[in-house]
Each structure stands twice: as structure tokens, then as C-alpha cells.
């Protein structure tokens, strides 16, 4: 329907793409109704290509005496290949580098002048659409770094300035007398800056209208080239992340890689350069082929990783990796896919040559850790055919899926929680595998990062997995993701073989761990059919510095080697809500507990609550006709449940007319 559809342009796309996406919106009604546009929310928007192009050109001629680099910025190490940063910078008198972390350009600086957290400071920043607001720092500087705005201070009349003085004095200089500080508490109180918002506006497209006339010409393929594709990466984005151990032992999307990046190809690709990405089947290692690309003159090695969906004769790139000076957890890993990437191929380039390598490379993926023997975890259907079986995740006919036990089937008579009876729901038709969800957990249950080396030998400390499958043909695959925490089993397999009780069933139905009665037998993650439970091989944990006490949970037991642990509900969470019910005379509402994976999901796929409340939005959602239990059919009875997948592909919109070519492409 008109106004009921949306158009979306890559972020990295060119602005031509842009314009062809705010063309298309604007044909089908949708601007005013599902896209609205606002102004830049800088003053005059700058092309910042050009700009440091131009920066590196001046410093490069030595007509720049001064350089001052702020907000922890690191061109040395990002800025396109063929500007030679670094060698430009040799011919500055004087740079001063502002940065969280010595890096590669701020060891390449004169001075490096520390910088104070966000955390730490006070500061401003702007919405969308304009709209101002205070940030408040929430700690002192442990370490007296400075922000950016002290440190342009110093080049002032008034250089001994704080933060705090600098954002309250441009804040409030429009009132006088009496009205100052009045203004700077509302400001603070209400969290915005009254009518700081820019309004908002329709982009244009330039010239006669026309975005055909706007598109580059097309150019021939060179033969036997190949086209590469630079993306950020999805957890350190472009390097700035790279000493966050959280980040590089969470597994990417797609790939389920850690700690490195490769180069993706399709299946045809690698038939095409007899390319292979190897398993070994004693851990979870896969030897990959390595790969030379060259570009204009430039060249990187890189493994490769054999992608379904990638499109044949393109590599994906992902920048972050390769640093030399990122720190004790990012030096050295994978490689750096900015060696080829210039000012003219920043994004996209052509024409490169690849050639395979005698030489392999091990990386570390967890999709093959931790399986369910092939059965057939994610339940999907089309809604054509949905409409008519709305009971298809419980069928055992026509589907495959087998049949789910009653209630009452079992060894053990069964348990009646009378109180509380915590329960989840995670609906895979929202799920989009970020893994918030698991980093989130991280955070909140102080689970420690283990290391690549421990990954290979399947000894990651994850509560929570995103497992990922792929249907369908290798070139365009049906992708789906499912979240795989503690299932939470009434009839818990795991507790019968526990030797010392170490877990057990709590009367509100958590399957609970007693750290200090546990001696690791591991029987307890033998018995597990859905893999999830995790054993401290090492002392993975730092109990002796004491920046990490500070950025650990304290309701949470720091454990120790030699002892299992497991996804508990954030029951410290649960704890916490029962008292403040109990303090005001009432049961735990629902929505009072949040656990840390349902409050980070983006996309509002995991609900949690008490089953025995027919209210309970867990409860309304566990009679959903899409809710079926992960391997049911074995009898555990587990608390957490799914949502089955439900697409609605439009068999109408399978082609497009490519307006350059005049001829049909396919969608991928």
C-alpha cells in the first residue's frame, strides 16, 4: 500500500544510490508516513575524504606547522593507503595526538595528551534531528585524562577551563544574571536543550531531477579480475575497537569468525582459484587457504572464508584488523584490508587480481561447536502456507519435525510451582543474530574472555550463543538465527548426574548453580543436549587488578577454574525485583524483571516473565500458535521456548530492471 513501504540505501553506498532510494520513497508515498528526513546536524557538512586528502597533501608540501589530532582518531593507521599518512606527518613540527590509547598515530606524535572516557566527562551532543542534550559524566577521571573541548582550551584566553565550566558557559550564554543557572538546571533536568532541534527538510537530488542522468557509465570487466568490497567490521567497526576482548571473542554474524577477519568469497569463487577453508575435526579450527590481492599497485594477504550469499567474483573485505599498536589484546591479529584501500577505491574497487598462496592460516569459528546433531532447531514456514496450518510447529507429518511429549510424560511425578514460575520466549521471526544479546550477558554475568587458542579447542565461556543456518541454495540462502541460552529443563538432565547437588532445581523452576559445591566433573555438560554449559578449563578471570573489580558485576560470583557455570535468568535480577515487591506488599509485576539479554535485543525478540501470570506477556506469547520447545521431544520441558518463523516473500517482486543495462537482474 502507498505510504506503507520503505526504500533503504546502504550506508556505505555512493550518493547517487541515495538518491535513486529518496526518489523511490518519495514515488511510493512514503515520506511524511514511514520516512522522515531532518537536517545535518552539522552546521555546514563537510566532505571529510576530501578534507584529510587535503590535509595529507598540505603536510606533505610542509606547509602545515602545527597538527592537532583529536578525539582519538588514528589516520595513521585508517586513512586510505594511497595518502601516505604517516610519511606526511614527518614533515610536521609539531603534533599533538588526543586519544584514549597510544595508537599507531599518537606514536608517530610529538605529544600525546590523554583522553578522559565518555564515562568521565562532561560533554554535549546532538539528536537527529538537532535536538541537544547534556551528557553528564557518571565518574571522575581515574586517570586526569582531558577532554577535547580542555584541550582547544588551552589555545584560548582561559586555558585552565574544566569540561564542565566549558559546556555550561556555551549552554547558558544566551541568559543573564539570575536566569544562568536556572537555564543550566533545567537543562540538566530535563535531559534536552529547549529548542535546539534543526527542523526538518526533503534531500534533494541535484540537477534536472534526474536520478538516471546521475549514474556513473558503466565500465567493462577487465577478465579474470575481481571487485572487492570494504565494509567496517560488525563488532571493532574500522579498528577503534580492536583491543576490546568482548568484542573480538564475540562471533560475527555470518561468518561466526573470532579474533580475525578473512576475505569472503562464494562457493564459485573458491571452485574458480581452488580455494578451501579446511575443518579440523579434533577442535573447531579451519585452515584456510590464504590469498593475494592486488589492487593498483597494492597488495594484502588474507585467508579466505568461503561465504554462502556472497556474490561470485567479489571479495569482502572487513577493515579493523592488522593493527601493530592497539594494545595487548588487538597487536597483531588478522590482516589489514586497508593496504588497498585508496581515496578513489574507498569502498568499492575493481579490477583487482587475486592469486592463491601456498600457505594456510587457522581460524577460529563457532557455528560447529556446541551442535544439536542436526535436529532441526529453527521451525519456518511461507504464510501462504501458514494460513493454512496455523499448528505447523507441532506437526509431525509433512515437516519433519517430531512430535512433542505431553506434560505428563516422564519418570517423575510432576512439580507444582505455586509462586513464581520464571519462564522466556525468544521469537525467532524477530531475531536478526547481532549478538546483543550476548554481549550483554558478558557484561552482566562477568564472563571472562578466554582467548583465540581456547576458542579452537571449544572453551569459549558464552551463557548465550546466536546459532546460525542457512537453507536453500549456496548463491542465495535463507538465513536465520536462533539464541540458545540455559533452556531452563523441568525435568533437567542435567541435575540427575550431578555426583554433590551442584545443581538443582529451585521452586520457582531456575535450574540453579552452587559454585562452591561444584568439583567439575563435567557429567552435568555431558548430559546437556542443548550444549550449554561452560567449564572453567583455566583461571580465565584477573582477581589483581583493580580497574577490573570496578568494571565487574558485584551481584554476580566471580568463578574460578574448575568450576561450571551456566546462563542462571540473571536470577540476581529476579532476587532484586522480589524484594522491592515484597517491600511494597505485592507480587513481582510484569516487566519488573528484565533480564540483560531481553533488555540489550534491539528488535524486542526475548520476552521474559512469570508463566504462572495468564496476564504476563511470557504467558500470552507461550500460547502462541509459533511457540514449540528445542528438542521437545526429548521430555525436558524447558522454560525457554521459541516462536517459529513465519516469512512473507512477495513472489511478484523476485526481478528487477537494471535501467543501465536494460536487461532483468536477479534480487540477492
Known sequence: MKGRSIVIAGEWQSPYVHAIANKLNAALGNVGQTVFYSAPVEASPVDHLASITDLALDMAKGEVDSLIILGGVNPVYSAPADLKFAEAMKKVPFIVHHGLYKDETAIQSHWHVPAAHFLESWDDAKAHDGTASIVQPLIAPLYEGKTAQEVLTTFTKNPSLSAYEIVKNYWTGGAKGGEIEKTWRRALNDGIIAGSGSGSGVPGIGGNGSVANSLPAIQNPIPDTFDIVFRPDSTIFDGRYANNGWLQEMPKPISTLTWDNAALVSQATAKKLKLHAVLQFEGAQYDADVIHIEVDGLSVNAPIWIAPGQPDDTITLYLGYGREQAGHVGNGLGFNAGRIRTTKNYWFATGAKVTKKDQTYPLAATQVQFTME????????????????????????????????????????????????????????????????????????????????????????????????????????????????????????????????????????????????????????????????????????????????MARNPEVTVRSRGVMEKCTYCVQRIQDAKIQSEKANRRVRDGDIVTACEAACPTDAIVFGDINDPNSRVARLKTDTRNYALLGDLNTHPRTTYLGVVRNPNPEITRIIDPRLNKEAEIL
Open 374 to 549: 542436526d535436529r532441526d532447531p529453527v521451525r519456518a514456514i511461507n504464510f501462504s502456507d501458514y494460513k493454512k496450518d496455523l499448528n505447523y510447529v507441532h506437526e509431525k507429518n509433512g515437516h519433519g519435525w517430531l512430535e512433542e511429549p505431553s506434560k505428563d510424560d516422564g519418570f517423575f511425578p510432576r512439580y507444582e510451582y505455586k509462586g513464581y514460575a520464571w519462564g522466556m520466549t525468544i521469537d525467532l521471526n524477530s531475531c536478526i543474530g547481532c549478538n546483543a544479546c550476548m554481549i550483554a550477558c558478558v557484561a552482566e554475568n562477568n564472563i571472562p574472555v578466554v582467548g583465540k587458542e581456547q576458542v579452537l579447542r571449544h572453551r569459549q565461556m558464552h551463557w548465550i550463543r546466536v546459532d546460525r543456518y542457512f537453507t536453500g541454495a549456496a548463491e542465495d540462502p535463507e538465513t536465520y538465527f536462533q539464541p540458545v541460552p540455559c533452556q531452563q529443563c523441568e525435568e533437567a538432565p542435567c541435575e540427575l548426574v550431578c555426583p554433590v547437588d551442584a545443581t538443582s532445581h529451585s521452586a520457582e523452576g531456575l535450574n540453579d548453580m552452587t559454585y562452591n559445591r561444584c568439583v567439575g566433573t563435567r557429567y552435568c555438560s555431558n548430559n546437556c543436549p542443548y550444549k550449554v554449559r561452560r567449564f572453567n578449563f583455566l583461571l580465565f578471570q584477573d582477581w589483581t587488578t583493580p580497574q577490573f573489580k
